[in-house]
């Protein structure tokens, strides 16, 4: 019999973030899985952005408090999200997630127990391809993801379908985030954290449906907002400098140690 890490010592205020458009069947199993959590989140926040289905009516029917923002994009649609939250640790997922019964308490549990990182972000797999096709699919897609954000970051990305990041840190930054552009709005508030800041990639796992990878309609658009928010961040901090930035401080202090006299 395999034993579970204990529970969290201290109560903590958490927020869990959807945004939806048109997804109420994907919906409701995202809220049935959140309602079944070893950490209960204090609150579930949906953002219903512009949705012509039942999507709203079935985050209110599981109890979620529902944030209409009008203007389509997934950026506005998850910075309202942000915006009203009220837990001290804010969770990311999208309508499609599937979570297991402790995904909450384990990615809280990443910034409970370590105060110096502003953020973690996790795995995932596509639970609607054949179970071969799936794993291999979620290992090259965010592998091939997380390698490339990296090397255009300076530092480890976010994953928007499983992430968390303290709502103190979202408060320090929501007026730089680019909230009305056709971006992705993970890598563009990895973008925005920066390379002072630490994001962490844990081992924590979302079921997430495959759509994303079908059509070339799904992918062209997918790469034209990564274009975006590439362009939109390089303008301001290009890759060179975010390189520089995250590591001539550690430079630096090796520098020192080498440096250092001996003591007699």
């Given at each position: 019999?395999?034993?579970?890490?204990?529970?969290?010592?201290?109560?903590?205020?958490?927020?869990?973030?959807?945004?939806?458009?048109?997804?109420?069947?994907?919906?409701?199993?995202?809220?049935?899985?959140?309602?079944?959590?070893?950490?209960?989140?204090?609150?579930?926040?949906?953002?219903?952005?512009?949705?012509?289905?039942?999507?709203?009516?079935?985050?209110?029917?599981?109890?979620?408090?529902?944030?209409?923002?009008?203007?389509?994009?997934?950026?506005?649609?998850?910075?309202?999200?942000?915006?009203?939250?009220?837990?001290?640790?804010?969770?990311?997922?999208?309508?499609?997630?599937?979570?297991?019964?402790?995904?909450?308490?384990?990615?809280?549990?990443?910034?409970?127990?370590?105060?110096?990182?502003?953020?973690?972000?996790?795995?995932?797999?596509?639970?609607?391809?054949?179970?071969?096709?799936?794993?291999?699919?979620?290992?090259?897609?965010?592998?091939?993801?997380?390698?490339?954000?990296?090397?255009?970051?300076?530092?480890?990305?976010?994953?928007?379908?499983?992430?968390?990041?303290?709502?103190?840190?979202?408060?320090?930054i929501r007026d730089v985030v680019h909230r009305d552009a056709d971006v992705h709005d993970d890598m563009d508030l990895a973008f925005v954290l920066g390379p002072a800041r630490r994001i962490r990639l844990v081992p924590v796992s979302v079921g997430v449906s495959g759509r994303s990878l079908r059509g070339g309609r799904q992918l062209r658009r997918r790469l034209d907002r990564a274009r975006t928010t590439l362009a939109l961040n390089w303008s301001v901090q290009?890759?060179?400098?975010?390189?520089?930035?995250?590591?001539?401080?550690?430079?630096?202090?090796?520098?020192?140690?080498?440096?250092?006299?001996?003591?007699?």
């Amino acid at each position: 019999m395999t034993s579970q890490a204990p529970r969290l010592s201290a109560p903590i205020s958490v927020s869990v973030v959807i945004p939806v458009r048109d997804d109420a069947v994907a919906l409701e199993e995202c809220l049935r899985r959140l309602a079944d959590q070893t950490l209960p989140p204090t609150e579930v926040v949906v953002v219903d952005n512009g949705s012509s289905d039942d999507s709203a009516a079935v985050a209110r029917a599981h109890g979620a408090r529902v944030v209409v923002e009008p203007k389509v994009g997934i950026a506005p649609a998850t910075a309202a999200g942000y915006d009203a939250a009220t837990g001290e640790i804010v969770l990311r997922c999208d309508a499609d997630s599937v979570p297991g019964p402790r995904w909450v308490e384990r990615l809280v549990r990443h910034l409970v127990d370590d105060p110096r990182l502003h953020a973690v972000t996790g795995l995932g797999r596509f639970y609607d391809l054949p179970r071969g096709l799936g794993r291999m699919s979620a290992v090259m897609y965010l592998g091939a993801y997380y390698l490339f954000t990296h090397l255009a970051l300076g530092h480890t990305a976010l994953w928007g379908s499983n992430m968390a990041f303290r709502r103190a840190t979202w408060q320090e930054i929501r007026d730089v985030v680019h909230r009305d552009a056709d971006v992705h709005d993970d890598m563009d508030l990895a973008f925005v954290l920066g390379p002072a800041r630490r994001i962490r990639l844990v081992p924590v796992s979302v079921g997430v449906s495959g759509r994303s990878l079908r059509g070339g309609r799904q992918l062209r658009r997918r790469l034209d907002r990564a274009r975006t928010t590439l362009a939109l961040n390089w303008s301001v901090q290009p890759p060179w400098l975010r390189w520089r930035d995250r590591y001539q401080p550690i430079a630096a202090r090796i520098s020192s140690w080498v440096t250092r006299k001996p003591v007699r």
